[in-house]
């Protein structure tokens, strides 16, 4: 009895070790790939994971990396893994020198956003993922660089990451893989070509406040003689206006006379009608008597020459007086 209960003990404890190592636990975010005697069976999900002790097995997988220091040492990190982390990843690949279509040599930081979509593939497709991905993005970051020009590159990023992004998403399709991103860190031209560039930098910035000097001189001078011609027609309209203004003074003046003398004919040609007497002698008279005023007028020494018929005229003026005896012109 005591050695039935000494070997069911032993399968007891057995049992429970074999069951405690049947049970496996996968954290968030990550999967197994279980092998069965060598051979694929399943692929463990997060949680709690019923398996077959020896008979199953998780697949080891060792996955190199490409590591860089600070001073430009390259080394390969290896490391041996037994779950896959299906988070998105961020590889930073070591910088690499990669020639322009204008033969310019330059050196490109880049970094890889993927995520692992199919951990089946990604261990079976594929032997080493990382330094897959890695030449891949090597090799097609050559092809595409090599058909732009150096200054195409420089102002191009969006459009290389946007084409290298397209490709590579494309072939690693094949290794259960998800290219999310794909950034240029650094894009480094040699050394002469940076002053090369800083100097036409500086002569495209001198080219540009000379045009920028020039471009308001002229609009300074555009608006001086725009301002000119303004105050020119201006000052043309004020003396059209004045001009015309005197003028219509002038006119009512000469109207507003030639209505007092038109009204003061009308009363002497009534004054004289009542005595009887011709008005067109007294008219006539007074208009010689103006002109005689107008011609011994001034400072020089004159000779007035009057002609024959003035004399009847003089002596037409001696009735004039007589005409007015006795009447009263009305005011």
Same mark, same amino acid.
């Given at each position: ?207 540009? =406040?000379?045009? &920028?000097? *020039? @471009? %308001?001189?002229?609009? /300074? #001078?555009?608006?001086? $003689?725009?301002?000119?011609? +303004? !105050? ?9 206006? =004045?001009?015309? &203004?005197? *003028? @219509? %003074?002038?006119?009512? /003046? #000469?109207?507003?006379? $030639?209505?007092?003398?038109? +009204? !003061? ?21 007074? #208009? ?44």
């Amino acid at each position: 009895m005591d050695g039935a209960l000494a070997l069911l003990f032993v399968i007891g404890i057995f049992v429970i070790i074999f069951v405690f190592r049947g049970i496996t636990v996968v954290r968030q975010a990550e999967a197994m790939v279980v092998e069965r005697l060598g051979k694929y069976h399943k692929t463990l999900s997060s949680g709690i994971n019923i398996i077959v002790p020896v008979f199953d097995r998780a697949k080891k997988i060792n996955w190199r990396y490409v590591k860089e220091t600070s001073d430009g040492t390259k080394y390969y990190l290896v490391k041996v893994l037994s779950r896959i982390d299906l988070r998105e990843n961020v590889y930073d690949f070591p910088r690499q020198n990669v020639i322009t279509k204008d033969n310019v040599v330059i050196e490109i930081n880049a970094l890889l956003y993927f995520q692992i979509t199919d951990p089946v593939k990604a261990v079976y497709e594929i032997a080493n993922l990382p330094d897959a991905i890695e030449k891949l993005t090597q090799t097609t970051l050559r092809n595409v660089i090599g058909e732009m020009d150096l200054d195409e590159t420089l102002a191009s990023r969006d459009k290389v990451n946007s084409t290298l992004k397209l490709i590579l998403d494309e072939a690693t399709d094949k290794w259960g893989v998800k290219v999310n991103r794909v950034e240029l860190q650094d894009i480094n031209p040699p050394g002469d070509i940076k002053d090369a560039m800083e100097k036409q930098m500086r002569a495209e910035r001198d080219r540009r =406040a000379a045009i &920028l000097t *020039a @471009e %308001g001189q002229k609009r /300074a #001078r555009i608006l001086e $003689a725009e301002g000119f011609r +303004e !105050a020119t027609i201006n000052k043309a309209q004020g003396e059209k206006q =004045a001009r015309v &203004l005197v *003028a @219509e %003074g002038m006119a009512e /003046a #000469r109207v507003k006379v $030639a209505k007092a003398e038109a +009204e !003061a004919i009308v009363n002497i040609t009534e004054s004289i009608s009542m005595s009887n007497g011709d008005p067109s002698t007294y008219l006539i008279a007074i #208009r010689y008597i103006d002109t005689l005023k107008e011609m011994v007028s001034g400072k020089e020494n004159k000779v007035v020459y009057l002609p024959y018929e003035a004399t009847g005229v003089l002596s037409s003026l001696g009735g004039i007086k007589d005409m007015f005896n006795g009447v009263k012109v009305s005011k």
